[in-house]
């Protein structure tokens, strides 16, 4: 049901498409959902005022990213760990950053039980994670008013950066090539509405 909304609303990614089949969705929601509600395709509360994404946003997402196994892949905005499980299942080697030390904690020890082998961190996912550039792939998930210019530069070339962008209630999804080591291509792509980026280059 959850894959056919999902396919009917435009994805045609196999590999994306095969990734959300096989991540439970509801390893990564609140035990109070009902299992129902947890295969929905609508964002739920995670806690902590923050939001795991809506089925077809991550599907969305994803696809834009245009990920290849193997790839070195960073996530901003952990969240609930559910973004970060489609990208794993794609074969990547996944960086994810998150912001609240408490969703942290909870999906770091998560990640643990499940034995996924993703590189989690805690701290400032606006500047990226600079110590570990480049990568291959960029994915923000949280809105950003701005694009942070230092994220560009942790795009290997050839590498891409999908993020929400515009103001707080609606954004508009972006996808930043890095073509040449100066040269950007910026596309975008339909409306979105995301929790803010925050930290130094975030909504203050
Ligand atoms: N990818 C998540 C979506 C979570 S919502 C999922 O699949 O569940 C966005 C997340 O971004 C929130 O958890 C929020 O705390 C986090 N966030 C906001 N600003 C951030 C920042 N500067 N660095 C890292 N994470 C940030």
């Known amino acids: ?103 942290y904690q909870k999906t770091k020890s998560l990640f643990q039980e499940l034995g996924y082998p993703i590189h989690l961190f805690y701290g400032d996912g606006s500047q990226g994670l600079s110590a570990y550039a480049p990568f291959d792939r960029i994915l923000m998930t949280a809105g950003t008013v701005q694009v942070p210019e230092i994220l560009l530069q942790q795009l290997q070339v050839g590498g891409k950066l999908v993020l929400p962008v515009g103001k707080p209630k609606m954004q508009r999804m972006t996808r930043i090539t890095r073509k040449k080591t100066q040269v950007f291509d910026t596309e975008t792509f339909d409306l979105f509405s995301f929790v803010p980026l925050r930290g130094k280059y975030g909504t203050k």
């Open 1 to 103: 049901m959850l894959l056919e909304s999902i396919a009917e609303k435009g994805i045609t990614s196999p590999a994306v498409l095969f990734a959300l089949e096989i991540v439970p969705r509801h390893w990564f929601v609140p035990i109070s959902f009902t299992l129902e509600e947890a295969y929905a395709d609508y964002a739920l509360p995670i806690g902590e005022r923050q939001t795991i994404s809506q089925p077809y946003t991550v599907a969305y997402q994803t696809e834009l990213l245009d990920v290849q196994p193997e790839q070195k892949i960073l996530e901003i905005g952990t969240g609930s760990g559910y973004q970060a499980a489609v990208l794993y299942q794609m074969g990547v080697d996944l960086y994810s950053i998150e912001f609240n030390k408490v969703l």
